[in-house]
């Protein structure tokens, strides 16, 4: 294993029964970045967090993590662990404080050592003056943030985010995004996963993006853009009547790639030739331009009623 990696996976599959949910996908990790997995329900986002984490075993294939084999060393991989799962599974009648004392009981932490932690996690995440409130008495977002905070109790190698941000308001999504940059500025390896595209441009350094419990594509989120989606997209929202005179004008350009979305056209074009739209506005009255982005990529790669291609 390079000496780089902290976590590598090779053919990894997980059945159940007839079902095979992760399908031989292989991919590694290096240290201290932020490696997202992106992909519609089902796709096997969640089962290879699980396989990651030691909580569902692995059916074939092999998964090192910092050097451990999941099959041999669970509890071991466990310890280096930091866990934000998608649903907040506080205790709703203890205060805050209880809450994460509770949980660092689980690491056997030293008194002193849990407490000295606490106050720092309260304090990255915004939380101290919340300390002694019962957790049935806080928003929904505070619950996530604190939710976040706990998983990193016992000073993880890595941390596994699933939604971290599930439920936020935009100010408290900017604050945990915020202070997981700074985690991965100290080398704190994270595994994402989110349905929030814009999160996963802002965090990830690469991903992959599965569907059917395969790897479809892998890069940074810029490669990907740029590979799947170009550089710009045009919208175009015709009317009835309108609507096949755009598309009789879009079979006339070469290198694009036309996808029907309800009822708005979206165009990409991937060519080293950007797209002149501007005859468009002769057959059409809504027509808008906006850069590419990551949910361009995933719209694209998941086969969401494309045409042209």
Known sequence: ???????????????????????????????????GFLGPNGAGKTTTIKMITCVSPVTDGSLAVDGMH??????????ILGVVPQDDN????????????AYARYFDMPKRVAETRIDEVLDLFQLA??????????????????????????????????EPTTGLD?????????????????????????????????LCD???VLDGGRIIAEGTPQELIGRYAGQDVVEVQPTPEEKAAVLA?????????????????????????SFNAAGLRNVAQRVSYRSANLEDVFLKLTGRGLAGE
């Open 70 to 79: 999941a099959q041999a060393d669970p509890r071991a991989i466990k310890t």
């Open 90 to 101: 506080l205790d709703p009648e203890l205060t805050v404080r209880q809450n994460l004392r």
């Open 249 to 273: 004008y879009l079979e006339g350009h070469r290198g694009l790639t036309v996808e029907e979305g309800g009822d708005i056209i979206y165009i990409y074009s991937t060519g080293e030739n």
């Open 170 to 202: 935009p100010q408290a999504r900017h604050l945990v995004w915020q202070t997981l940059r700074k985690l991965r500025a100290r080398g704190v390896t994270m595994l994402l996963t989110t349905h929030y595209m814009e999160e996963a441009a802002n």
């Open 1 to 35: 294993m390079d000496s780089q990696d902290i976590i590598i996976a090779r053919a990894l599959t997980k059945r159940y029964g007839a079902l095979t949910a992760v399908a031989g996908i292989s991919f590694s990790v290096r240290r201290g970045e932020c490696f």
């Open 129 to 162: 003056e919340k300390q002694k409130d019962r957790i049935d008495s806080l928003s929904s977002g505070l619950k996530r943030r604190l939710t976040v905070a706990r998983g990193l109790l016992n000073s993880p190698k890595i941390l596994v985010l699933d």
């Open 206 to 208: 690469r991903l992959v």
